[in-house]
């Protein structure tokens, strides 16, 4: 499907930091990078290892790295990875709907959610609904955690639907296309009776996803207000602009009056706390690599960015402790992001700004035509 294609940055474009080092941000650690190397290349020690055990090192190193994450990422030296210019490819309606959209999300909702396979969501395709009684009769006698884990992916779903009829692909002919607002579709998803009153609650749950990440970027703003840390793309004097902007940001999230309030998560025995933390990571790990199995390319691009900016801000929020103890000067050992979740972060917070600003605009064409 053409509107599926994406596409990639070309390479003449590409900031020389970003291309030297992608995984890294800062200039300091691309030098310490290059310095490696050249240690590496003039040391008198025989460093030499066996293959399988080099393979046993990168395994480990891969364990190490992925301890915090809540996302399968992607591996950034594999010779088919394409940088990406997400203003090049907005995300919008592609005709990707149906059953194999379908299956994505339901997958989503049944392996990942913490339901026993006999709970059957309201709405679910082949189901003889109630009503959602059944379902929100569980949902109501599980744990907080697990509540708030099956509101964020409703809240993330209702997100994408609100981008896709927001920007609907209303006229296509020869000599143009035409994008925009589509509020058969926006009805068909969010109406309360359309949608046998589950329309309403998918838009709390978007509130509830939009709280959520709000409150992970005041809580990371200490990691980005070290001197240390910049945006390197090899551009000095954009990398400072874009700092100031970044802070910026950081400190109106930070201004927001009512936060929602994290404390009363995993506060109860500390060791079926850890326990559950560690199971919210891999249930949330496994869905992002479900999003891998999106047939177009453009949702794919757009599920897997947003998917990574809420893990990303799920790690923020339980590792409060380790940013606290981080340093004005100096490395951050204990709590660390990488350039794809710095960037997948502020994207994601972005699609769903969007999304609470399209609410408002289809409320306002709906109230103008009654």
């Keep these: 499907m053409r509107d599926c294609a994406v596409q990639p940055c070309p390479s003449d474009e590409i900031p020389d930091g970003i291309r030297s080092g992608s995984y890294k941000y800062s200039e300091e650690a691309n030098n310490l990078a290059e310095e490696c190397e050249e240690a590496k290349r003039l040391g008198a020690v025989d460093d030499s290892l066996s293959k399988e055990t080099r393979q046993a090192v990168l395994q480990w190193a891969q364990h190490d790295d992925s301890s915090d994450s809540f996302c399968e990422a992607d591996d950034i030296h594999s010779p088919d990875a394409e940088y990406v210019d997400l203003l090049l490819n907005p995300e919008r309606y592609t005709g990707y709907k149906g059953p194999d959209a379908w299956k994505i999300w339901n997958s989503i909702y ?37 509540r708030a884990f099956y509101r964020l992916i409703s809240g993330l779903h209702a997100s994408i639907n609100i981008h896709l009829s927001a920007r609907y692909l209303l006229q296509d002919t020869w000599s143009e296309k035409k994008w925009g607002p589509n509020i058969t579709e926006f009805q068909q998803r969010f109406d309360e009776v359309l949608t046998s009153g589950e329309g309403p609650r998918r838009l709390k749950n978007l509130y509830f996803l939009y709280l959520i ?33 970044l802070l910026e940001i950081l400190h109106l999230a930070k201004s927001f009056p009512l936060h929602f309030d994290e404390n009363s998560f995993f506060a109860g025995n500390k060791k079926e706390a850890a326990k559950l933390k560690e199971e919210f990571r891999l249930h949330f790990k496994n869905i992002s690599k479900i999003m891998d199995c999106v047939g177009c390319i453009k949702c794919r691009l757009w599920g897997k960015l947003q998917t990574q900016g809420l893990g990303t801000a799920l790690k923020i929020l339980f590792s409060e402790n380790l940013i606290e103890k981080i340093p004005e000067s100096g490395p951050s050992y204990g709590f660390q992001l990488t350039r794809q979740e710095i960037v997948a972060l502020f994207n994601a917070f972005g699609r769903v700004s969007t999304s609470v600003k399209e609410l408002e605009n289809f409320r306002n064409i709906l109230q103008n035509m009654r």
Excluded at 216 to 233: D, H, I
């Design 213 to 245: 990440e709000l409150r992970a970027l005041s809580k990371v703003l200490p990691f980005f207000e070290r001197p240390g840390f910049q945006l390197y793309t090899g551009n000095s004097g954009r990398d400072a602009e874009m700092k100031h902007l």
């Design 110 to 146: 049944e392996e990942n959610c913490f339901k026993p396979q006999n709970i059957k969501r309201p709405l679910a395709s082949d189901t003889g609904d109630d009503g959602g009684h059944t379902f929100y009769k569980w949902l109501k006698g599980v744990c907080v955690e697990k």
